[in-house]
Every structure is written in C-alpha cells, then in structure tokens.
C-alpha cells in the first residue's frame, strides 16, 4: 500500500505543478487587436495605448500608400511593457537608447510602452519610424540601401525630430567628432554607446536633409524608388553627378557656417549675459539722469526769464551731448 500511496501523492505533486504552470503561461500572454494587416499585442493595463497605437499606425500606411505601399502581408507590433521583455526581444539592440526594434521585411515591430520612454511624447513618432522601416524594406532592395540613409528616411519620413539637433552637429563639427563616411554605416552597430549612435543618427537625419534639398521632392523619391533595382550610390551619381565621397564633402562644407556661429553663441556665458544686461542698465540710467539734469537746468534758465533765448544752435549736438 504505501508504495501505492507514494505514487498517487507523486502524481498529485506533478498535476500541481503542470496546473500553476499552465496558469503561468497563460499569464505571459499578450493581448491582441486586428484591424487590416495590423496586430498589436499589449498586456492587460495598455488597452488604450494599443487603440492609439492601431490608429497611428493605420494613419501612418494610409499617408504613404502611394510613396511606400505596404503590399497587404501582415505587420505584428509588440508594446512591451517593461524593459527586460523589450531586452528579451530586442535581442543586441535592448539598450537604454533604443525605443523600438523592427524585423524587417517580415513586419514584427516591438517597442517599449510610453511610459518606459525618457519622453513619452516621443512614442508615436518611434511608432511611426518603425513602421516606415518596414513598409521601406517592402519597397527597395535592403542591400541597395545604405543604413544611415535608411534611418535618414524614415526619421525625415516619420517627422521623429529626437535627433534634429543643429546644436550637437555643431559640437560634433567644432569637436572634428563628424563620422566620416566609410564608418557612418558601422556607427549604428548595436556595439556603439549612447554618444556614438546619436551621433550617427543626428549625422544620418543632417545627411538626407541635405540630399533633399539638393534633389528636390520629387527627385528624392526618384531615388528611393531607383533602389529597387540599383544601389545608393549608382542612383546619386545619376541624380546629382556626384560619388559618396565629394557628397559627403559638400555636406560638411555647408556646416561650417552654422557650426561657427552656433559655437559662438554657446560660448556665451550666462554670467556674460548677465554683466551685459548691468552694463545696459547703467548706461539707461544715466542717459535718465543726465536728462533730468538737464530739465532742471533748463527751468532754472526758464525762471531767470531765459526761456526765450536758449535754442540749441544745432540740435544734432544736443543729441551727442546725451550720450
Ligand atoms: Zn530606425
């Protein structure tokens, strides 16, 4: 009997065990919402944010249906909602920087929730930035297109400004820390820090601002449709006449002025500020001053029965006599 009843306590233990991980299992599973190719996973608590989510995210491929068709295969967004499961699927890229990762052209998205972000206003332009990767890699050949032109895009595309900073490519351009073309590609490698890779983003946004305006709309897009079928660089030579190189190098040149003068700026100082305002203030009230000096000595030559005789011969000089 008592190996018998061993047994049966046995059992018991493992159907136990098998039902509290069952209940654990089914814990960890996300939540789903379907609407067109989109299904956006959340756990209880974010049902709001992946409502928000669903319309940015049909917003976003309806306003680039014509430019950047998304061609109907379906797109999966995970909105992780703590930092170790953004970790777990961001895999090399989990790092304290990184918003949101994107396999591409298959459409999985995962980013982190709000309010994991430094800036939770920040979440539907990443949202809109990881879509845009994807619905890029649907449309040009990956390996035509370079990545820093890549992140250039789609933050242009994605109106995500975290990068837009004149300010720290001025800094980067006073400093010589510009990263020089050959490397700019290797620089959004997950092994970079913080500084490098925005670095490399803000060069990256710089970049193909430039490229716009150099091109114009419609030629930008002549270029982003040319990558179906030829690399980056053989489309910029026939856009603009010019390699990688001598176009990075008209990029840098048209830095130099605002790098200067923003330089300058910043190398003011708030106490240089300050002693400029005193400055200004002393010199206001002693133009006050002297004014009211001066009205008293014209009433003391009003009441000695001077008012009629005292004319400035030229009032120009009177003004001088002021400063
Ligand atoms: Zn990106």
Known sequence: MRPALYSTRIVLAFALILTFAARAGAAVEPRQIKTG??????WPGDEQI??????????????FAQRLPGGGQPITVTICRSVQEFRRRAGQYGRTWVGGVTRTPSGQIAVKAPYLLPQPGDYDGLLRHELLHVLLARNVQDEFLPRWLNEGIVMVLSKENRWGSMARLARMYASGRLIPYYNL????LPLGDEVLSGDAYAEALSL???????????GFWNVVRAMRQEPFETALLQATGLKPGPFYN???D????????????????????????????????????LAILQQWDEEEWAEAGWQNEYVSPEPWAEEQEED
């Open 37 to 42: 190719v989109f299904t956006v996973e959340f």
């Open 50 to 63: 992946a409502r928000d989510s669903l319309e940015t995210l049909q917003q976003t491929l309806s306003d």
């Open 185 to 188: 590609d290797f620089a959004f």
């Open 208 to 218: 193909t601002r430039f490229l716009i305006d150099r091109l114009g709309e419609k």
């Open 250 to 252: 008209a990029w840098r």
């Open 254 to 289: 048209s830095m130099r002025v605002p790098a200067i003068i923003i330089t300058a700026a910043s190398a003011v100082s708030v106490f240089n500020i300050m002693a400029f305002i005193v400055i200004l203030a002393w010199v206001h009230k002693r133009r006050r001053n």
